[in-house]
Nanobody, 122 residues
């Protein structure tokens, strides 16, 4: 029900844009978030956006480099990633939760995509 795309292999300093399309309707009822999981680490919050896109939240590690946005007409959420670093290497997942509050724990997101790999070489 959530399908991520846009991952790939890039060099440090490059940019990527991830997309997450969903069939969950109405899409505007869901707060959306991006998480990532590096090998051997737990899944961590990256960015979140509330239902109408007016409120966003970012982890300190990506603030100023990543931008989350959504297009409710297209049922899609995006993650623009600039100035990528090797430590950004991970599988990126989008999650959805019914409601209007951006929460940081994976436990609060019942719906997940399959993930897309992002690899940043130095």
């Amino acid at each position: 029900q959530l399908v991520e795309s846009g991952g790939g292999l890039v060099q440090a300093g490059d940019s990527l844009r991830l997309s997450c399309a969903t069939s969950r309707r109405p899409f505007s009822d869901y707060t959306m978030a991006w998480f990532r999981q590096a090998p051997g680490k737990e899944r961590e919050f990256v960015a979140g956006i509330n239902r109408n896109g007016e409120t966003t939240n970012y982890s300190d590690s990506v603030k100023g480099r990543f931008t989350i946005s959504r297009d409710n007409a297209k049922n899609t959420v995006y993650l623009q990633m600039n100035s990528l670093k090797p430590e950004d290497t991970a599988v990126y997942y989008c999650g959805a939760r019914f409601g209007n509050v951006i929460l940081l724990s994976t436990n609060n997101y019942p719906y997940w995509g399959q993930g897309t790999q992002v690899t940043v070489s130095s």
